[in-house]
Nanobody, 115 residues
Framework: QVQHVESGGGWVHHGGSLRLSCTTSRIGFSIATVGWYRQAPGTQLELVAT???????NYADSVKSRFTISRDNAQATVDLQMNSLKPEDTAVYYCNVKTNSYNAWGQGTQVTVSS
């Protein structure tokens, strides 16, 4: 019911950086928990990072200290800054915005990290 989109994916060499952005409706965003997920070929969807309405963050162990999730409620955006990228980070990345009223997923953006 609520559409949002991801952007910022692309190709980088190992050790490089990318910044993913998710934009959605401002209505309800300030009370939403936002998560970035990823799915590599042949794998299940994996939680990467989440951020609550209060700004509390959680990260998968595999990305902790390399990735940073942040949000801007005024712009209804959530970003994922990805540094020191590894080939293992190659996946389609999805933004999820969830409240009691909706649970919305974006179309995904491809991140490819070469060796």
């Amino acid at each position: 019911q609520v559409q949002h989109v991801e952007s910022g994916g692309g190709w980088v060499h190992h050790g490089g950086s990318l910044r993913l952005s998710c934009t959605t409706s401002r209505i309800g965003f300030s009370i939403a928990t936002v998560g970035w997920y990823r799915q590599a070929p042949g794998t299940q969807l994996e939680l990467v990072a989440t951020i609550t309405y209060g700004g509390s963050t959680n990260y998968a162990d595999s990305v902790k200290s390399r990735f940073t999730i942040s949000r801007d409620n005024a712009q209804a955006t959530v970003d994922l800054q990805m540094n020191s990228l590894k080939p293992e980070d190659t996946a389609v990345y999805y933004c999820n915005v969830k409240t009691n009223s909706y649970n919305a997923w974006g179309q995904g953006t491809q991140v490819t990290v070469s060796s």
